[in-house]
């Protein structure tokens, strides 16, 4: 869009560009420039329009922009056109995820690219590496307290390996995944070394304080995020004398975004991931980018235009870079990320879809889906290009935050809906087979989230241990029953390493000092790779789990109506137990497919008139195209196995 205010400052600032970036080839650069400032411009005099700095600090967000394009090589600046062409190609129905810890899934970043093979036989073609940048030992969260954003932590590898590893990823179509924590830095980062020392312009990098009385304020209205082991939001750093903001833990320091330079800073580091060859960035703790006091400081407008501005100047720089929204809130939160857009994502083209995560697990405990239909209906409806990253188990922990008016209306109270499920998946109620360990729990409140494998809360732990056949084909059932959902809802399926065999909780974790305090560590696994070898062994849980999972993946992927342009619908039955949807294509309904998934341990029973009329049934078959055979039938009610589900299709 042109105007001329913008567009004029747009004029004097490349004028102004220093030599050795204005005497480059930037045809292309300057044709997007062109074509986004208004948006930038906008953005940035939005945030920022009030300091003396403005134009000083918007010649330095064009310059970063610019000199990260002549830095891109040229093969990803044709990868970058080659998805202008084509911009919903992130919408198909092809892609399937996988997240994991390079030093637990293979070792290092070189033993994930020997196992390059491994994606491709299960049918993986997006992996998302867990954070792999410089963190301190013993207090890096994770990998999520960085304290270098343009270096990868020794115990990884080399910046060198990476880029083997992306090229070798390219080779096989298979798309690469990053972190970059926007929030916060370690306390270690060169950054709050500085202001450490006492350097005003690094301190303010950060939210330092030389007293409480601000502090105090933010207190009042914000969350505690780990209330038992870093209570407050607040930490005092003895060698600055000030108080720092610290939402997450005290060695992780809250950045400033309401300095410029802070967001340039980012940008730039968004950028020089983007030119190593990553095809995806999730971007960490998005939420939480701009503090006000008197408010929670999580889902603030300004934190929206932040994300906003990243994404335009992206999408000049490296338009064929997506990125992914790290915001576990609220559903009416939630789809806010993907941007204000009618139809196209300005601010992340994919989000976790934590509510549908934390509803199915909700219908384990259950046995029926009430919650979870009436969760579904009440998710906003998504912007058409965007994406839902659709996942069961994750490295992070299970929350809970269902609406409370979901709650009442499936029939539940809140308060001991969720201690029931607490105590369901800790192994606490006594026709449960679940293992797992309550996380960050709050003395005040009983309020606690979940830990644990996938396999281990679906009760393939107990089963194995006890003997229980039976034990153990449910829980091998109720595992495929929750990927099944994840594979046909509509967006990005990601299944997180371990999983695909089956992995149970480790709880070695309790034994190291840095990690006996924090139960993630029991779902964060080191893959036995000979174990892993049971996947091609008949008779094995770990065959009957990678084998179902290798179909479904395959399937899924011949399925058009798979693809993710907001062609789901929810179809309300009378029996609880099923949870029914249709994925549809309105110009050609011989490609619809009716998911039907059982969440209860008993057979259940569907009328086809739920889903059919009489007379489209009348000289038509349905066929499950997962199993290829036909669903089991008696007249016109759909019989449904203990745990089990169906892709159907009508088929002459």
Same mark, same amino acid.
Not at 291 to 313: F, V, Y
């Given at each position: 869009?042109?105007?001329?205010?913008s567009?004029?400052?747009?004029?004097e600032?490349?004028?102004?560009?220093?030599?050795?970036?204005s005497?480059?080839?930037?045809?292309?650069?300057y044709?997007?420039?062109?074509?986004n400032?208004y948006?930038?411009?906008?953005?940035?005099?939005?945030?920022?329009?009030?300091?003396?700095d403005?134009k000083?600090?918007a010649?330095?967000?064009?310059?970063?922009?610019?000199?990260?394009?002549?830095?891109?090589?040229?093969?990803?600046?044709?990868l970058d056109?080659?998805?202008?062409?084509?911009?919903?190609?992130?919408?198909?129905?092809?892609?399937? #995820?996988?997240a994991?810890?390079?030093?637990?899934?293979?070792?290092?970043?070189?033993?994930?690219?020997?196992?390059?093979a491994?994606?491709?036989?299960?049918?993986?073609?997006?992996?998302?590496?867990?954070?792999?940048?410089?963190?301190?030992?013993?207090?890096?969260?994770?990998?999520?307290?960085? !304290?270098?954003?343009?270096?990868?932590?020794?115990?990884?590898?080399?910046?060198?390996?990476?880029?083997?590893?992306?090229?070798? /990823?390219?080779?096989?179509d298979?798309?690469?995944?990053?972190?970059?924590? &926007?929030?916060?830095?370690?306390?270690?980062?060169?950054?709050?070394?500085?202001?450490?020392?006492?350097?005003?312009?690094?301190?303010?990098?950060?939210?330092?304080?030389?007293s409480?009385n &601000?502090?105090d304020?933010?207190? +009042?209205?914000?969350?505690?995020?780990?209330?038992e082991? !870093?209570?407050?939001?607040?930490t005092?750093?003895?060698?600055?004398?000030?108080?720092? /903001?610290?939402v997450?833990?005290?060695?992780?320091?809250?950045?400033?975004?309401?300095n410029?330079?802070?967001?340039?800073?980012?940008?730039?580091?968004?950028?020089?991931?983007?030119?190593?060859?990553v095809?995806?960035?999730?971007?960490?703790?998005?939420?939480?980018?701009?503090?006000?006091?008197?408010?929670?400081?999580?889902?603030?407008?300004?934190?929206?235009?932040?994300? +906003?501005?990243?994404?335009?100047?992206?999408?000049?720089?490296?338009?064929?870079?997506?990125?992914?929204?790290?915001?576990?809130?609220?559903?009416?939160e939630?789809?806010?990320?993907?941007?204000?857009?009618?139809?196209?994502?300005?601010?992340? %083209?994919?989000?976790?879809?934590?509510?549908?995560?934390?509803? @199915?697990?909700?219908s384990?405990?259950?046995?029926?889906?009430?919650?979870?239909t009436?969760?579904?209906?009440?998710?906003p409806?998504?912007?058409?290009?965007?994406t839902?990253?659709?996942? &069961?188990?994750?490295?992070?922990?299970?929350?809970?935050?269902?609406?409370?008016?979901?709650?009442?209306?499936?029939?539940y109270?809140?308060v001991?809906?969720?201690?029931?499920?607490?105590?369901?998946?800790?192994?606490?109620?006594d026709e449960?087979?679940?293992r797992?360990?309550?996380?960050?729990?709050?003395?005040?409140t009983?309020?606690?989230r979940?830990?644990?494998?996938?396999?281990?809360?679906a009760?393939?732990?107990?089963?194995?241990?006890?003997?229980?056949?039976?034990?153990? %084909?449910?829980?091998?059932?109720?595992?495929?029953?929750?990927?099944?959902?994840?594979m !046909?809802?509509? #967006?990005?399926?990601?299944?997180?390493?371990?999983?695909?065999?089956?992995? @149970?909780?480790e709880?070695?974790? +309790?034994?190291?000092?840095?990690?006996?305090?924090?139960?993630?560590? /029991?779902?964060?696994?080191?893959?036995?790779?000979?174990?892993?070898?049971?996947r091609?062994?008949p008779?094995?849980?770990?065959?009957?789990?990678?084998?179902?999972?290798?179909?479904?993946?395959?399937?899924r992927?011949?399925?058009?109506?798979f693809?993710?342009?907001?062609n789901?619908?929810?179809?309300?039955? %009378?029996?609880?137990?099923?949870?029914?949807?249709a994925?549809?294509?309105q110009?050609?309904p011989?490609?619809?497919?009716?998911? &039907?998934?059982?969440f209860?341990?008993?057979? +259940?029973?569907?009328?086809?008139?739920?889903?059919?009329?009489?007379?489209?049934?009348?000289?038509?078959?349905?066929?499950?195209?997962y199993? #290829?055979?036909?669903?089991d039938?008696?007249?016109?009610?759909?019989?449904v196995?203990?745990y089990?589900?169906?892709?159907?299709?009508?088929?002459?």
């Amino acid at each position: 869009m042109y105007e001329q205010i913008s567009h004029s400052l747009l004029n004097e600032i490349l004028n102004n560009l220093k030599t050795d970036i204005s005497k480059k080839d930037l045809r292309h650069f300057y044709t997007r420039l062109g074509a986004n400032y208004y948006a930038i411009h906008s953005l940035f005099e939005t945030l920022y329009g009030g300091r003396e700095d403005f134009k000083q600090q918007a010649q330095h967000l064009v310059e970063t922009m610019a000199r990260k394009y002549i830095e891109r090589p040229d093969h990803l600046k044709d990868l970058d056109s080659e998805r202008e062409k084509d911009h919903n190609w992130f919408l198909h129905q092809k892609w399937v #995820g996988m997240a994991l810890y390079s030093n637990g899934f293979a070792g290092n970043l070189n033993g994930v690219r020997e196992h390059l093979a491994y994606f491709q036989e299960l049918g993986i073609n997006l992996v998302h590496i867990m954070p792999i940048m410089y963190c301190p030992e013993g207090r890096s969260d994770g990998g999520y307290a960085v !304290s270098d954003f343009r270096e990868i932590d020794s115990r990884a590898g080399t910046l060198e390996d990476l880029e083997h590893l992306a090229t070798d /990823m390219r080779s096989r179509d298979i798309l690469l995944v990053l972190d970059i924590v &926007v929030n916060h830095t370690s306390d270690e980062h060169e950054w709050a070394q500085h202001a450490r020392n006492g350097d005003p312009v690094y301190q303010d990098y950060y939210y330092t304080f030389t007293s409480r009385n &601000v502090p105090d304020m933010f207190e +009042q209205s914000m969350p505690e995020i780990f209330p038992e082991t !870093s209570p407050g939001n607040f930490t005092w750093d003895e060698k600055m004398q000030r108080w720092v /903001m610290t939402v997450f833990n005290d060695y992780q320091w809250d950045l400033n975004y309401s300095n410029p330079a802070v967001l340039i800073e980012m940008l730039d580091v968004i950028l020089y991931w983007a030119n190593k060859g990553v095809d995806i960035l999730r971007l960490d703790a998005v939420a939480f980018l701009w503090k006000k006091i008197g408010s929670t400081c999580q889902n603030e407008r300004e934190a929206h235009l932040i994300l +906003q501005l990243l994404k335009d100047c992206c999408q000049v720089t490296a338009p064929g870079v997506l990125y992914i929204a790290e915001a576990i809130v609220a559903p009416v939160e939630v789809t806010k990320y993907f941007g204000e857009d009618a139809v196209i994502a300005k601010e992340c %083209e994919i989000a976790y879809n934590a509510t549908l995560m934390a509803l @199915l697990w909700d219908s384990v405990a259950t046995k029926n889906a009430k919650l979870l239909t009436l969760g579904i209906k009440n998710l906003p409806v998504k912007l058409e290009r965007a994406t839902w990253l659709n996942y &069961v188990r994750c490295h992070d922990d299970i929350g809970l935050g269902f609406d409370d008016r979901d709650i009442f209306a499936a029939g539940y109270e809140p308060v001991n809906h969720r201690k029931f499920l607490i105590d369901y998946y800790t192994g606490k109620f006594d026709e449960s087979h679940a293992r797992g360990l309550p996380f960050g729990q709050n003395s005040k409140t009983g309020d606690a989230r979940i830990s644990g494998s996938l396999a281990s809360l679906a009760g393939l732990e107990h089963a194995i241990r006890s003997g229980d056949q039976k034990a153990i %084909e449910d829980a091998v059932k109720t595992i495929l029953l929750l990927h099944n959902v994840i594979m !046909s809802f509509g #967006g990005i399926p990601l299944i997180y390493y371990g999983d695909e065999i089956g992995t @149970l909780n480790e709880m070695e974790f +309790q034994s190291d000092p840095n990690k006996a305090g924090d139960s993630r560590w /029991m779902h964060r696994p080191t893959i036995d790779w000979k174990r892993a070898e049971l996947r091609n062994k008949p008779g094995t849980t770990e065959f009957a789990i990678f084998s179902a999972l290798k179909r479904m993946i395959a399937v899924r992927k011949e399925i058009s109506v798979f693809e993710d342009y907001n062609n789901r619908e929810l179809i309300d039955v %009378e029996n609880p137990h099923l949870f029914v949807y249709a994925r549809y294509n309105q110009m050609k309904p011989t490609e619809n497919v009716f998911i &039907v998934s059982n969440f209860n341990n008993q057979t +259940q029973y569907l009328e086809l008139s739920h889903i059919f009329s009489g007379t489209e049934m009348a000289h038509k078959r349905l066929v499950d195209l997962y199993s #290829g055979q036909s669903p089991d039938l008696f007249k016109k009610t759909l019989v449904v196995p203990a745990y089990g589900f169906y892709w159907l299709r009508e088929m002459i």
